[in-house]
């Protein structure tokens, strides 16, 4: 289920890390996927080792580690939605032979979605999805090496901008804040991870293996993407903007100038249901995190009360899309910047949890790659908050 979250993702962020700046920002994709990665692992080692969900393991920590998470997912789920179905509308919208208004097909777009989710028909959709996100891969691999085979597109007098200005600091952190996914996914895996131990026994190690693959693949599938971005994208003079339909046309582009126009249509679709993926993905996991949330500050459940809040984040996030309805690109950026200011706090719960649990012990190299990652993560959220308010 991550997995889905991650590749929708890595279809903005990285694609435009290579376009913009050639590849002077490869080494910040592959820190921070690398720097990210022991806070991810953390949330699925707590589950295998305690049988209980991140959340659980924040309510029993305190107070103010359970408070400070419920505040800030509340916040992450409704600007995730609003983000993600945006994207997804806007890619449909370039898809499509006619023309339809990007919010009408919000609309649609979240009615499917609820639908598919109310009636339990995700289940059947998700083992579509992991067909889906195959066919991207083979399709953005194949891509990938026509385009380093015939060369980059840039112009050879092109100077690019480079990112190492002051002014630039924003672009990076609203790259690194969905790259590989937003951290709070972490809560999310944690939470189907415990409901698939319910249905079958997942030893450590096979539970370890399964997360390690999905997210190291995901993090090459970043490379991938970041490289078709260098290669395909930049320093062409019609420009890459982040989201929109100018955003899903650069990306279709991509497929079209390297493994011919025939696959403009095929790829349009296929980008689509990666990214129609995506959206089930962020309503069902960030419903399940408010709900359970709701459960451990004490309030009786019903049998309906994951729909309940299902529908409300629904609606909250449709309310931010009527708000930001013509301004896709500081939408966009707006989420990807504030997964990126919050990372620091949700590594910082992860890394804690597991800390006291004695029964999950870590070797020196993970250790060291925590605390570097910790103060890589923070050094950047300060960094930020400074240049921005000061």
């Given amino acids: 289920m991550a997995t889905a979250s991650i590749g929708g993702s890595h279809l903005v962020a990285s694609t435009q890390a290579g376009a913009i700046f050639g590849w002077q920002l490869l080494w910040l994709v592959v820190a921070v996927n690398v720097l990210k990665y022991p806070f991810f692992r953390f949330g699925v080692e707590y589950t295998l080792a305690t049988g209980n969900n991140l959340i659980e393991g924040y309510k029993g920590k305190g107070p103010w580690y359970f408070y400070c998470f419920a505040a800030l997912n509340v916040l992450a789920a409704v600007v995730s939605t609003a983000g993600v179905l945006l994207l997804t509308a806007s890619l449909l919208h370039y898809a499509l032979p006619v023309n339809v208004s990007v919010t009408l097909l919000c609309w649609l777009i979240l009615g499917v979605c609820l639908m598919i989710l109310l009636f339990g028909h995700f289940k059947a959709l998700d083992n579509v999805a992991k067909v889906i996100m195959v066919i991207l891969t083979i399709t953005t691999v194949a891509a990938f090496i026509v385009a380093f085979n015939n060369g980059p597109m840039t112009p050879a007098d092109y100077e690019g901008p480079s990112p190492y200005k002051l002014a630039m600091l924003g672009f990076m952190v609203a790259l690194m804040g969905w790259m590989p996914a937003p951290i709070e996914v972490s809560a999310l895996s944690s939470l189907w991870l415990k409901a698939k131990q319910k249905q079958q026994v997942i030893t450590k190690k096979q539970g370890l293996l399964d997360f390690n693959l999905g997210y190291w693949l995901t993090a090459v599938l970043a490379l991938v993407f970041f490289g078709l971005g260098v290669l395909v994208q930049y320093g062409q003079t ?3 903007v982040l989201g929109g339909v100018a955003f899903a046309q650069h990306l279709i582009d991509m497929y079209a100038l390297t493994i011919g126009e025939w696959s403009r249509p095929l790829v349009s679709m296929i980008a689509f249901l990666c990214l129609f993926g995506t959206t089930i993905t962020v309503l069902d996991g960030y419903s399940r995190t408010l709900n359970e949330s709701h459960k451990l500050l ?20 449709m309310t931010i899309v009527l708000f930001f309805k013509s301004a896709l690109a500081p939408m966009l950026t707006f989420a990807m910047t504030l997964a990126f200011i919050t990372t620091p706090v949700f590594a910082w719960l992860n890394f804690r949890l597991v800390r006291s649990e ?20 923070v050094g950047f959220a300060l960094a930020f908050l400074i240049w921005k308010f000061c």
């Fill in 358 to 377: 004695p029964s999950i012990k870590h070797g020196k190299l993970l250790q060291g790659l925590t605390w570097l990652g910790m103060i890589y993560l």
């Fill in 298 to 317: 004490g309030f009786k459940q019903s049998k309906h009360s994951l729909n309940i809040w299902l529908i409300l984040q629904s609606l909250a996030g």
């Fill in 238 to 240: 019609s420009g890459t």
